[in-house]
């Protein structure tokens, strides 16, 4: 019950760019995966006991499933938007539940007390109403009207701006962050979370973005976000308890966490379980 609802999803399982004939030995929800790059450019993923699986390459990364997936990995039009600049920021490995990797990036309220004078700063501490809805067609869990002043919104941002924000699931384990574009208004920023489980309370954090951003050189557009997410680790790695509880009862929600209860609603419908603590311990 714990693994069968989420072994058809596609997950992140390396980084083209750092791929080749070799391989890259990793795990996915227990098994042990390789990784690697074809003669052709294509990727090949095999499973612990020798079998092929899955794979695709989108986004700057391979995805694999251990299952048999459903549907074409989801899309992201703004990946083929030209001028954009697609920075593959590299891997974080987090001690939690990729599900808890996941709702933290969904969480607005943390932006002043974790990521201080980056994403917020004190006295502008409160979460304005925003709308959160489960987008039926899509099967997306989805937060729109969302807003925050931010100090540095961006790398690419002069001094702090009222940050508009989207948030969009996708998957269990996957998220994206529509926001302001400081050096283009009418456009969006996108920054996702690509969240590969390793086991039920250890995930490697894949974050990549599409950004409108000609100036920055690219180690200073790696070096914001990783600083960003390594500043969410030492959260991440002391939640208790580990998995994520879908229990109404076992976390009292604020107004402030729409997103997440949305969030888990939707992975408790699906019966999208692994990471997941189903009741209080």
């Given at each position: 019950?714990?693994?069968?609802?989420?072994?058809?999803?596609?997950?992140?399982?390396?980084?083209?760019?750092?791929?080749?004939?070799?391989?890259?030995?990793?795990?996915?929800?227990?098994?042990?995966?390789?990784?690697?790059?074809?003669?052709?450019?294509?990727?090949?993923?095999?499973?612990?006991?020798?079998?092929?699986?899955?794979?695709?390459?989108?986004?700057?990364?391979?995805?694999?499933?251990?299952?048999?997936?459903?549907?074409?990995?989801?899309?992201?039009?703004?990946?083929?938007?030209?001028?954009?600049?697609?920075?593959?920021?590299?891997?974080?490995?987090?001690?939690?539940?990729?599900?808890?990797?996941?709702?933290?990036?969904?969480?607005?309220?943390?932006?002043?007390?974790?990521?201080?004078?980056?994403?917020?700063?004190?006295?502008?501490?409160?979460?304005?109403?925003?709308?959160?809805?489960?987008?039926?067609?899509?099967?997306?869990?989805?937060?729109?009207?969302?807003?925050?002043?931010?100090?540095?919104?961006?790398?690419?941002?002069?001094?702090?701006?009222?940050?508009?924000?989207?948030?969009?699931?996708?998957?269990?384990?996957?998220?994206?962050?529509?926001?302001?574009?400081?050096?283009?208004?009418?456009?969006?920023?996108?920054?996702?979370?690509?969240?590969?489980?390793?086991?039920?309370?250890?995930?490697?954090?894949?974050?990549?973005?599409?950004?409108?951003?000609?100036?920055?050189?690219?180690?200073?557009?790696?070096?914001?976000?990783?600083?960003?997410?390594?500043?969410?680790?030492?959260?991440?790695?002391?939640?208790?308890?580990?998995?994520?509880?879908?229990?109404?009862?076992?976390?009292?929600?604020?107004?402030?966490?729409?997103?997440?209860?949305a969030y888990r609603r939707w992975l408790k419908r699906?019966?999208?379980?692994?990471?997941?603590?189903?009741?209080?311990?």
């Amino acid at each position: 019950m714990t693994r069968n609802a989420m072994i058809d999803e596609w997950y992140p399982v390396g980084l083209v760019s750092q791929l080749d004939a070799h391989g890259r030995k990793t795990a996915l929800m227990g098994e042990p995966i390789e990784v690697r790059l074809g003669e052709d450019g294509s990727a090949k993923v095999t499973g612990g006991n020798g079998r092929v699986l899955p794979a695709c390459i989108r986004y700057g990364h391979v995805w694999s499933s251990l299952g048999d997936p459903q549907k074409p990995l989801f899309a992201i039009p703004e990946a083929d938007q030209p001028g954009r600049r697609l920075v593959d920021v590299g891997v974080v490995r987090v001690r939690c539940s990729p599900l808890r990797a996941v709702e933290n990036f969904l969480d607005i309220a943390h932006f002043p007390f974790v990521h201080t004078d980056i994403l917020g700063a004190e006295p502008h501490t409160e979460v304005q109403n925003y709308k959160v809805e489960i987008r039926e067609d899509d099967d997306e869990v989805w937060a729109t009207q969302v807003q925050f002043y931010q100090p540095q919104a961006a790398k690419s941002a002069q001094g702090g701006i009222t940050t508009q924000y989207m948030y969009r699931v996708p998957a269990p384990t996957c998220s994206i962050l529509y926001k302001t574009c400081p050096p283009r208004p009418g456009e969006w920023d996108v920054i996702t979370l690509f969240v590969q489980p390793l086991a039920e309370d250890l995930c490697d954090v894949w974050p990549w973005m599409a950004l409108f951003d000609d100036e920055t050189p690219m180690t200073d557009l790696i070096h914001f976000q990783q600083t960003i997410f390594v500043q969410d680790r030492s959260i991440l790695e002391n939640q208790i308890p580990g998995l994520l509880p879908l229990d109404p009862g076992m976390e009292i929600p604020t107004r402030a966490d729409l997103t997440s209860v949305a969030y888990r609603r939707w992975l408790k419908r699906h019966g999208y379980t692994y990471g997941a603590q189903l009741v209080a311990q």
